[in-house]
C-alpha cells in the first residue's frame, strides 16, 4: 500500500505584534447623497395688484411695501406713527392700505406733503416750532434732521452756552443727577470710605508738616567768660 500522506495542518493567523491592538476590518460607508436645499417660493400676499411695489422710495430711503402705510412711513427719520396717521389722512389714503398698492402719483403726494408739514400741521405737532433762523414752524426728517440737530448743538458751543459747555465736556446735559450715573474717568469705582480715608491721610500729612515748621530755632550756647 503507498503510504499515507499526511493532510497539511492548517497555518495559523499571524500573531499581531505585542502592544498593538488587532486592526479591526473597515465598513464600507455608504455614500450619502447630498440634497441641494430648495429654494422656498414667497409668500404670496393677498389683496396686491398687478403693479405691486414691493420697495417704495421716498425721502432717500427704502420703504417696505408690505406694510400699511401708516407702520411704512415710520422707517423715515423724523416720522413716527401719529405724524404718518395724519400724514394719511391729510393725503386722503386709507392707513392700513399696503404701500406698495399706491400708484406713483399718491407716493408723489405723501412726499410733497411731508415736505410741507409746518403749514398744514399745528405748531405742537411739529418738531421744530419757530425755527430761530426763519421764524417759520418746520418739521425735520431724513438726514437734514439729523443736519439740524448738529448745527444746533455747534451753535451751543460758539455762544459757550451752558448747554453748549455740557456738550463740550462730554457731560449730561438735561439737568440728570452725575453723581452715581454717568461718571468717567479714572473716578469710577472710587468708594466713599476709601475717599474719606484719603482725605484723613493727607490732613495728618499736612498737620505734621506746619508742627515741623512752627518749632522755633535752638537758642545759641552762652558764652564762658574768661577768669583773669
Not at 455608504?30 to 398687478?50: N, R, S, T
Not at 425755527?131 to 439740524?148: F, I, M, S, V
Not at 460758539?158 to 473716578?187: A, C, D, F, P, W
Request: net charge positive; aromatic share 4%.
Amino acid at each position: 500500500m503507498p503510504e499515507d500522506e499526511e493532510a497539511p495542518e492548517p497555518e495559523a493567523p499571524p500573531s499581531p505584534a505585542e502592544g498593538k491592538k488587532p486592526e479591526k476590518p473597515k465598513k464600507e460607508k455608504k455614500e450619502e447623497k447630498a440634497e441641494e436645499p430648495k429654494a422656498k417660493a414667497p409668500k404670496k400676499l393677498e389683496g396686491v395688484k398687478e403693479d405691486f411695489r414691493y420697495i417704495v422710495r421716498m425721502a432717500n430711503t427704502d420703504l417696505d411695501g408690505t406694510r400699511s402705510v401708516a407702520y411704512a412711513l415710520t422707517a423715515i427719520d423724523g416720522v413716527g406713527i401719529r405724524v404718518a396717521e395724519a400724514l394719511a389722512d391729510t393725503v386722503g389714503v386709507s392707513r392700513t392700505e399696503r404701500l406698495g398698492n399706491l400708484s406713483e402719483v399718491q407716493t408723489d403726494q405723501i412726499e410733497a406733503t411731508l415736505g410741507k408739514l409746518g403749514e398744514s400741521f399745528p405748531e405742537w405737532m411739529v418738531n421744530r416750532p419757530r425755527d430761530w433762523e426763519t421764524g417759520l414752524d418746520l418739521h425735520a426728517y431724513g438726514a437734514e434732521g439729523n443736519l439740524r440737530v448738529r448745527d444746533d448743538i455747534n451753535r451751543m458751543k460758539m455762544i459757550r452756552s451752558y448747554k453748549g459747555v455740557r456738550h463740550e465736556t462730554g457731560q449730561k446735559v438735561r439737568g440728570q443727577r452725575t453723581r452715581s450715573n454717568g461718571r468717567t474717568g479714572l473716578t469710577v469705582g472710587v468708594t466713599k470710605k476709601a475717599a474719606l480715608a484719603a482725605q484723613a491721610a493727607k490732613k495728618e500729612e499736612e498737620g505734621g508738616k506746619a508742627k515741623k515748621e512752627e518749632k522755633p530755632a535752638a537758642a545759641p550756647a552762652p558764652k564762658e567768660e574768661k577768669k583773669e
